[in-house]
T-cell receptor, first 114, second 112 residues
Framework: SQKIEQNSEALNIQEGKTATLTCNYT??????LQWYRQDPGRGPVFLLL???NEKEKRKERLKVTFDTTLKQSLFHITASQPADSATYLC?????????????WGLGTSLAVNP | GAGVSQSPSNKVTEKGKDVELRCDPISGHTALYWYRQSLGQGLEFLIY????????KSGLPSDRFSAERTGGSVSTLTIQRTQQEDSAVYLC???FGAGELFFGEGSRLTVL
């Protein structure tokens, strides 16, 4: 069956450390993958996109890797801050006929402790 | 405005009543999505509009749910004869083609 999985348990880390979140998928051939951040009571906000032919993408303290052989994306936040505390969602974008379809993970909750 | 606008932000209704939720996407965005999110849960896809193509309605949970998008812009999600299990946050998002999604802040629906 096709599915996408993120760390189901909340991640607690100390301020200043690197947070690493995982997104695994099976039986998809994604065109690309997106990461979003969602704060309580708010809509998700786009962070980064990585294409199938890219291994790594960086934006400020954020880094995303994409391994299509392992069918896995890793999302890193370096020098983490309490303000980084939120739920992080990954979304696969797959081709579906003439359209593209997004397949969402359930998200991983991150808490950065001061 | 510059972002996706949804209204109402909160709606409390009685079981059996109809509700309409509105989404004003970012101007020029061709794609519009409706999702539902229950407390502590992931995003549940409902419906997707792309330009003038027929919408992808595959996520609508029952025939009580319908949506339209007029003039390729504003969209309305209608839930008829609401049930308590319809209580959730309804999120709208728009994008330009297959790019990143821009979400509204959602409409929180409570069915008593």
């Amino acid at each position: 069956s096709q599915k996408i999985e993120q760390n189901s348990e909340a991640l607690n880390i100390q301020e200043g450390k690197t947070a690493t979140l995982t997104c695994n998928y099976t039986n998809y051939s994604p065109a690309y993958l997106q990461w979003y951040r969602q704060d309580p009571g708010r809509g998700p906000v786009f962070l980064l996109l990585i294409r199938e032919n890219e291994k790594e993408k960086r934006k400020e303290r954020l880094k995303v890797t994409f391994d299509t052989t392992l069918k896995q994306s890793l999302f890193h936040i370096t020098a983490s801050q309490p303000a980084d505390s939120a739920t992080y969602l990954c979304a696969l974008v797959v081709n579906a006929g003439n359209n593209r379809k997004l397949i969402w993970g359930l998200g991983t909750s991150l808490a950065v402790n001061p | 405005g510059a972002g996706v606008s949804q209204s109402p932000s909160n709606k409390v209704t009685e079981k059996g009543k109809d509700v309409e939720l509105r989404c004003d996407p970012i101007s020029g965005h061709t794609a519009l999505y409706w999702y539902r999110q229950s407390l502590g849960q992931g995003l549940e896809f409902l419906i997707y509009f792309q330009g003038n193509s027929a919408p992808d309605k595959s996520g609508l949970p029952s025939d009580r749910f319908s949506a339209e998008r007029t003039g390729g812009s504003v969209s309305t999600l209608t839930i008829q004869r609401t049930q308590q299990e319809d209580s959730a946050v309804y999120l709208c998002a728009s994008s330009f083609g297959a790019g990143e999604l821009f979400f509204g802040e959602g409409s929180r629906l409570t069915v008593l």
